[in-house]
Structure formats: C-alpha cells, structure tokens
C-alpha cells in the first residue's frame, strides 16, 4: 500500500472514528502462506494508530465471501487495494474491485498499490 493510501485511510478512519476492519479471503484448500502472514503484518504497522481488526473468511470465490462478509457483518465502506495485473491478464480475468463495483450496493473505494 502506498503512503499517500495509507494516509488517506487512516485520515478518514480518525476523522470519522471508525473502525477498519481488513478481511482476508483465503482457499478453503491451502493454508495461508507466509507471504500472506507477512502482508498482514506490514499492514498492521501502517494502520498503526488507527482502530482496527483483522479477520479471515475462506471462500473459492472472492467475491461472493466479500458481499457475504459485508452483509454478515454491517459493513459500510468498502475499501479494495486492486493488485497490478498485465493487461492479457486483465482482459481474461477482470479484476475483484471491479467485480464488486458492479455488482456491490454499498460504497467502494479502490486505494493505488
């Protein structure tokens, strides 16, 4: 996550008062690995200072376990970090921000990488 993103979701996270919850979909067939264990706790020394939880939910499409999570949950906002993907590999595969941009009722907001 780049610092201009991570000061502008901690700004809104204190202006606000709010709490950030970053969710992890991981396959129900792997354990999470350690670059994944690694990511989390890069993001947890960026959004130190800022209320905020992690959790994990396991789902094979990403997604769907979003919008199951946003509505089991009473989530408000959601925030996506859309990954740098060659442009064949967009074309075949659109992205999950995009996804949810389509097809999710409740705000998104999509932070550069």
Not at 3 to 26: G, P, R, Y
Not at 58 to 65: L, V
């Amino acid at each position: 996550m780049r610092d201009s993103s991570a000061k502008m979701l901690a700004d809104i996270c204190t202006i606000k008062k709010v709490k950030l919850t970053t969710v992890n979909i991981e396959d129900p067939n792997s354990p999470m690995s350690e670059t994944e264990v690694s990511v989390g706790i890069d993001i947890d020394k960026v959004l130190s200072g800022i209320n905020h939880e992690f959790d994990s939910v396991k789902g094979d499409n990403i997604e769907m376990a979003i919008s199951r999570y946003v509505d089991m949950n009473d989530i408000d906002l959601i925030v996506t970090i859309p990954r740098q993907e060659s442009w064949l590999t967009r074309l075949f595969n659109p992205s999950v921000s995009k996804k949810l941009a389509q097809h999710e009722y409740r705000p998104l907001l999509a932070l550069a990488h």
